[in-house]
């Protein structure tokens, strides 16, 4: 992510401060500027942007129990921010544990929020398109009669995106990470993989890309719980890492988009934080693995010129976590096809495809 500053003192601050450590200004992300402000608090009960006294903003409504640390305009009579409004079914909140679930669960949704936003995606809510609209639901597990537990599960339909809350907890998912055998799970994975499958629904068959779409991806038209029972008795393809990001990626074309989307957005918001700490690899002798992020990734002319920067500084991450001794950070390989996917994406979300 950028870096910012503190609007009153100029202390270097992050997207996710509710506090300014040196001056004590409350923090907060205005979307609408898509930046942190410091704020002050007016007798109306309304808060008021310190370096623009006449923007008057609140709290989003999920500032409670420390939640989300986004604003909404104060005029008007929306409650909760451009992110938050878009949630349905919650963790109960009467508990510590819901709590803990929902803050982490959050700020995951507001990473992926601060790209669709960057973007100017389409974010329309159930209100505005009751049958299609974006909206998310975190579900709880299971306590079947037995006593054991049916766990909820994470996934996407007609816009409906569904996370397991229990995932906000680092041994469970960890669990499942390894009982699956995969390389990478987190949150904001999950997050990003489902809003692909919205976003494939909104930028690829609403608006007619469906023939681009089969020349990238595959025809889509394929039985897909045939595809998934597949993949999941008899594995993915031999040759599979050649085409595809992810085995998963590999069971159909949907979840090819999906996987690749998810991948777009964790290369582009990655190589925006390396560009805002002014990171550069230089490795001596090793020219081949020299890069620096000197373009904003949100505006890259293509995903080749991503891809370029990229390479070099996940090797460079990668190794960093080796001599940790912990696993890699980007445990995947882009290859010339995986590439032209992101190609793909990219000209999608900048309107060019």
């Known amino acids: 992510m950028r870096l910012y500053q503190c609007d009153h003192c100029g202390q270097s601050i992050h997207f996710d401060n509710r506090d300014c450590v040196n001056c004590g200004h409350r923090l907060a992300f205005v979307p609408q500027r898509l930046a942190m402000h ?5 007798p109306d009960g309304t808060w008021r942007l310190v370096s623009d006294r006449w923007q008057a ?3 989003c409504a999920n500032a409670v129990n420390d939640i989300c640390n986004w604003t909404v305009p104060a005029e008007g009579e ?3 921010c451009l992110a938050c409004r878009h949630n349905r079914l919650l963790p109960d909140q009467s508990m510590e544990e819901g709590i803990l679930q929902l803050r982490r669960i959050s700020q995951a949704q507001r990473h992926l929020f601060y790209s669709l936003l960057r973007w100017n995606l389409p974010l329309t809510t159930r209100t505005e398109d009751p049958e299609h609209g974006l909206v998310f639901d975190y579900l709880v597990d299971e306590v079947l009669p037995d006593g054991s537990v049916k766990p909820a599960m994470t996934g996407h339909e007609s816009g409906v995106i569904a996370i397991r809350a229990a995932e906000a907890d680092d041994v469970t998912r960890e669990k499942v990470r390894v009982s699956m ?5 987190t949150l904001l994975g999950h997050f990003r993989h489902e809003t692909g ?7 690829v068959r609403d608006r007619d890309r469906l023939a681009p779409f089969r020349d990238a991806f595959g025809d889509e038209r394929q039985d897909y719980t045939e595809a998934l029972r597949r993949n999941y008795e008899a594995g993915p393809p031999a040759d599979w890492q050649e085409h595809f990001i992810s085995t998963y990626a590999s069971s159909h074309p949907w979840e090819d988009f999906a996987e690749c989307f998810a991948h777009y957005l964790h290369i582009v918001d990655t190589l925006e934080t390396a560009r805002a700490f002014g990171l550069v690899v230089e490795p001596h002798g090793h020219e081949d ?3 620096e992020v000197a373009f904003d990734p949100y505006r890259a002319r293509s995903a080749a010129q991503l891809v370029d920067a990229w390479v ?6 990668n190794s960093i976590h080796r001599s940790l001794g912990v696993p890699d950070l980007y445990p995947f390989i882009l290859t010339p096809t995986v590439v032209a996917k992101l190609e793909f994406i990219h000209g999608l979300v900048q309107g060019r495809t």
């Open 38 to 42: 410091a704020l002050s608090e007016c």
């Open 57 to 59: 903003v609140r709290p």
């Open 78 to 80: 929306e409650t909760f």
């Open 181 to 185: 055998n995969e390389p990478y799970r």
């Open 197 to 203: 499958h919205y976003i494939w629904e909104k930028l």
């Open 289 to 291: 693995l020299a890069t």
């Open 312 to 317: 070099p500084f996940s090797v460079a991450l």
